[in-house]
């Protein structure tokens, strides 16, 4: 059974940075991705990995401020986030897919396991 927990959320001022973190357990073999999610809304897309880092995909709103990197022998995907605005807050989940078609990645569906999310507040 694979688990994933996510931390390093918090509070940061707009054009502040913040690193989350997601630890995963069992194998490692796993493309991954981060989403988040407002209240009342959808969970959006915001990045993904390759399993061996490779690769990498992100929103359009993201790009250029959030980078995505991973260390398989740690088992931790990290999600750093430079220059952070109001409209990041949010509630941020990583999750794990077995699927191999990368066009995908950026649709919540093709994930099969998720973390339980950690709070990220930025302030004006």
């Known amino acids: 059974q694979v688990q994933l927990s996510e931390s390093g959320g918090g509070l940061v001022q707009a054009g502040g940075s913040l690193n989350v973190y997601c630890t995963l357990s069992g194998r490692y073999s796993y493309a991954m991705g981060w989403f988040r999610q407002t209240p009342g809304k959808e969970r959006d897309f915001v990045a993904a990995?390759?399993?061996?880092?490779?690769?990498?995909w992100y929103s359009d709103s993201v790009k250029g401020r959030f980078t995505i990197s991973r260390d398989n022998a740690k088992s931790t995907v990290t999600l750093q986030m430079n220059n952070l605005k109001p409209e990041d807050t949010a509630v941020y989940y990583c999750?794990?897919?077995?699927?191999?078609?990368?066009?995908?990645?950026?649709?919540?569906?093709?994930?099969?396991?998720w973390g339980q999310g950690t709070q990220v507040t930025v302030s004006l």
């Open positions: 990995i390759s399993w061996n880092g490779d690769s990498t």
């Open positions: 999750a794990a897919t077995t699927g191999t078609y990368a066009p995908s990645y950026s649709s919540a569906k093709v994930y099969d396991y």
